[in-house]
């Protein structure tokens, strides 16, 4: 069949072949480029990604490092905190503890200073009392100055006793212990 074409046909078909093709081959040929640019673009954005996603790790890791630490802080600021403001209250306690010791000390110490006080304004009262007893009898008992002393010259007795005893109340006389009548 080839022969009987003429020699211009019998070219043309090759030709046309080759041109038949062109387009095929130019859209099978775009499309490997566009598939290995496409390829290369993908491994060039899977590195990004991948760049990206080690770069998000690491700052996970760093937030986290930072989160704990904060943390770790934040216990530390509290539990400093806390052993302060329990520290303060168990002073304040102990302070009040002391106070109130000092309180019952101080009401102790007073009491022992009233009771000694008391004590001694007691017996001073017993002295008084007793003195008092002890001079209201001898005012009972006693004869008046002038009395005693006539009765003295009378019996006539100037022995040291005697005279001792009138010595004595001339002193209380002297003294302003006695009027001259003998009374208090």
């Known amino acids: 069949f080839l022969e009987s074409l003429p020699r211009r046909m019998a070219y043309q078909p090759l030709e046309r072949h080759s041109t038949l093709f062109n387009d095929v081959h130019s859209v099978l040929h775009n499309v490997t480029q566009d598939l290995s640019r496409l390829r290369v673009q993908a491994q060039e954005n899977d590195i990004v990604r991948r760049a990206e996603i ?59 200073k009233l009771q000694t006080e008391i004590k001694t304004l007691k017996d001073s009262c017993i002295s008084v009392s007793d003195r008092w007893q002890r001079l209201e009898k001898r005012v009972r008992d006693r004869k008046p100055a002038v009395l005693a002393c006539a009765a003295l010259e009378a019996e006539g007795r100037h022995d040291k006793e005697q005279w001792a005893k009138e010595i004595e109340l001339k002193h209380k006389v002297a003294a302003g212990m006695f009027r001259q009548d003998g009374s208090i």
């Open 54 to 112: 080690e770069e998000l790790r690491q700052k996970i890791v760093e937030e986290s490092h930072d989160h704990r630490e904060q943390l770790s802080k934040f216990r530390f600021e509290l539990d400093e905190f806390v052993h302060g403001r329990v520290s303060k209250i168990v002073d304040r306690m102990e302070d009040i503890k002391r106070a109130e010791q000092k309180d019952e000390a101080s009401k102790v110490d007073k009491l022992q």
